[in-house]
């Protein structure tokens, strides 16, 4: 490598120098030299001809240039020069100017720093007065009322207005707002003012009370008219509990009379104009419908009056006196422990914070006993025309739904106007009455029926078992009348019930009374009926009335426990009839004395062989006799059936004493042939022959 750089070196020494000039310019690049190309571009602007002479003269033309140039740049820059100079002699004027100035001020300065001082001073006590004077006009606005709201409270001839509530409820704030005077240095301010805005107060209460105790007593009419300025003046009146007593009572009074007078034209006159509806006692003959409409028309009534009465003291609010009073009590007790009283403030606080807190309570009791109050009027005419409605009525269904009804509006009118209120205490009366009448009624009803009682005679006395009787001759065991009608009176008053609004508990126990009322009587009537019938009349006489009641009560609530009474008092009566229906078929079959012999061989002599008793019923021909006669009577069980049995009224009582008759003949059937094919007994093969149908096959057939 140092070989061939020093031999390309030797090479370029060796070639002529215009050769390595031209090498030279055409190695240079001029697009990458921009300081050339700018120059390039500069010279040919005035190099315009490419000649020997003016290559020769190009360095002088150019140093010319340049000459030409700085000539111009220096003649430019004298106007600048120039105006430099004007510029500075102007600032030096004025700052010759701002010297004279500030030397003149200094002087003025000087002479009037006195007088700054004084306007100054003047101009800060304007400013304080400025604002003392517009805290006293705000002090003033906020503690003193305006002479045109003074004179709405004190001026008894002017009318009570919407005006008069803003003077009112100010003055009101204002007293609360004292406290804030007390907690200054100078406590006298607040404690005149609070005396002042006590004695206006006073003044606009008084005067209050005047005008709604006149608005009040105009409240006669047919409906109460409420206008919001009484609603206001009620509000009000909350803070005084006397007063507002008072109102209440003028009020109660008022409407009693209206409510009074509407009951007595509503019962007499009926409705105003041509469509109204008519007077109610022309239904005085209907005491459902009689009682009804006046305790529809009085439910409706108190109903308008208690909405009246809720939308006279829609403003008052139990709490709402607590605020001005106890802030009273309060700014009380301050004041007087200013004054040297603190003991006397603080018990005098404290009796008033009682007094707060006990006509708190005391509001709701208030309205309770104003709705009690105007609604006491029409309790006396409504008890006398009920009574006398109730005393006419014979009817206990008609007694138990007039019951229902007073029942209803009790409860309709517990709610309305509360529990303690006479005309809810009425109706509760009157229901009580109604309730007794009830109950003398079915009581009457029961004993007049055994009274007029006649029991049945035996039918046929002198043939056995009445077998000669026809199905007409036994629907006198059918249930007597008195059971259809009690079953009526009980559908009656069990529909009654059921469309009835009492508690599930209180029907529940009206209904026990209701049943033990009318069941008991009507089976003692039952009994003494059948007093002279046979035993066998007696128990389908018994079974027919006992079904026929529960069959009645089954399709109501609440009669559970009597149903089963009476099937507990039928079951002895379907066993009676059991036992003559069996009995009946084995005497009939000869199978009665064979089945008493083999019950006492088992009771006394177990041990014993059957076969070694001396039964004329236990030979073979006898056996054999019975056994034949049992054949056809699985034929046809029918055959043997009492005729009295088809006067039990229901098929399915006679289809269960068939049934159990069926399961005695085949327990007795099975006794007597398990005592002839039992091998202890001794009895021959031709014993076991005659009993062809074993206990399994006789089910089969009467089962």
């Given at each position: 490598m140092p070989m061939e750089s020093q031999s390309s070196h030797t090479t370029a020494e060796s070639e002529p120098p215009l050769i390595r000039k031209l090498k030279k310019v055409l190695d240079t690049r001029l697009e990458n030299d921009l300081e050339l190309v700018e120059s390039l571009k500069a010279v040919s602007e005035f190099f315009t001809?490419?000649?020997?002479?003016?290559?020769?003269?190009?360095?002088?033309?150019?140093?010319?240039?340049?000459?030409?140039?700085?000539?111009?740049f220096l003649h430019s820059f004298k106007s600048v020069k120039d105006d430099l100079e004007e510029l500075y002699d102007a600032v030096s004027a004025m700052n010759s100017s701002c010297k004279d100035m500030s030397v003149r001020l200094q002087e003025a300065k000087s002479q009037t720093e006195h007088l700054l001082r004084e306007t100054s001073r003047i101009q800060r006590e304007s400013e304080e007065y400025e604002i003392r004077s517009r805290v006293a006009e705000v002090v003033l606005e906020l503690f003193q009322l305006t002479p045109e709201q003074e004179q709405q409270l004190t001026d008894k001839a002017s009318p009570v207005t919407e005006d008069f509530f803003k003077a009112l409820e100010r003055s009101k704030q204002i007293h609360s707002d004292c406290k804030l005077l007390l907690m200054a240095q100078n406590q006298r301010a607040g404690l005149e003012v609070m005396e002042q805005m006590s004695v206006l107060m006073e003044c606009g209460c008084e005067k209050l009370y005047r005008w709604i105790q006149n608005e009040c007593r105009m409240q006669a009419g047919e409906s109460a008219e409420v206008t919001a300025l009484m609603t206001q003046a009620f509000q009000v009146l909350q803070d005084r509990p006397v007063l507002f007593k008072y109102a209440l009572d003028e009020y109660a009074n008022a409407r009693r009379a209206a409510l009074v007078k509407a009951f007595i034209e509503a019962l007499t006159r009926g409705g105003s104009g041509g469509g109204g509806p008519r007077p109610m006692e022309l239904h005085s003959h209907d005491p459902q419908r009689y009682v009804g409409d006046m305790l529809a028309w009085l439910h409706q009534a108190t109903a308008s009056e208690t909405e009246s009465l809720d939308s006279l003291l829609k403003l008052c609010d139990d709490d709402a006196e607590a605020d001005g009073n106890e802030a009273a009590v309060a700014i009380g007790n301050e004041a007087k422990e200013e004054d040297g009283e603190a003991e006397a403030g603080a018990a005098n606080g404290t009796d008033n914070s009682t007094d707060i807190a006990s006509s708190r309570s005391s509001r709701r009791q208030l309205r309770a006993a104003c709705l009690c109050s105007l609604s006491e009027g029409v309790c006396r005419p409504l008890r006398l025309r009920v009574e006398q409605a109730l005393v006419g009525v014979q009817d206990a269904s008609v007694l138990y739904r007039l019951h229902n009804l007073l029942r209803f509006h009790q409860g309709t009118l517990d709610r309305v106007l509360g529990s303690d209120s006479s005309l809810a205490t009425t109706v509760g009366d009157l229901g009580q009455l109604c309730w007794r009448l009830f109950f003398g009624a079915l009581t009457n009803g029961a004993q007049r029926a055994l009274e007029t009682v006649e029991p049945l005679a035996a039918y046929a006395s002198g043939t056995a078992a009445g077998a000669g009787a026809g199905i007409d001759d036994w629907d006198r065991l059918r249930a007597p009348p008195a059971v259809a009608e009690t079953l009526r009176l009980l559908q009656q008053v069990l529909t009654a019930q059921d469309s009835g609004m009492a508690p599930l508990s209180q029907r529940r126990d009206d209904l026990r009374q209701v049943l033990d009322t009318c069941i008991d009587p009507l089976l003692k009537l039952c009994t003494v009926t059948a007093t002279r019938?046979?035993?066998?009349?007696?128990?389908?006489?018994?079974?027919?009335?006992?079904?026929?009641?529960?069959t009645g009560l089954a399709a109501y609530e609440f009669t559970e426990t009597h149903i089963e009474r009476l099937q507990a008092q039928l079951e002895p009566q379907l066993d009676a009839l059991v036992a003559e229906q069996l009995s009946h078929i084995l005497v009939s079959l000869r199978m009665l004395e064979l089945y008493q012999t083999v019950e006492q061989h088992q009771q006394q002599q177990p041990q014993q062989p059957l076969s070694y008793l001396e039964a004329p019923c236990l030979s073979l021909s006898a056996v054999k006799a019975a056994a034949a006669r049992f054949d056809s009577y699985l034929a046809n069980p029918d055959s043997l059936a009492l005729p009295q049995l088809q006067a039990l009224q229901s098929s399915k009582l006679r289809q269960l004493v068939t049934r159990r008759v069926a399961d005695q003949i085949h327990s007795v059937y099975t006794a007597i042939y398990d005592a002839i094919v039992k091998p202890e007994n001794l009895f021959g093969k031709e014993f076991a022959t005659v009993l062809v149908r074993n206990p399994d096959q006789v089910a089969k057939l009467i089962l």
């Open positions: 001809e490419n000649n020997i002479r003016s290559r020769r003269s190009l360095r002088s033309d150019m140093e010319s240039r340049y000459v030409v140039i700085y000539e111009e019938l046979s035993p066998l009349e007696l128990a389908i006489f018994m079974a027919n009335s006992l079904h026929s009641l529960q």
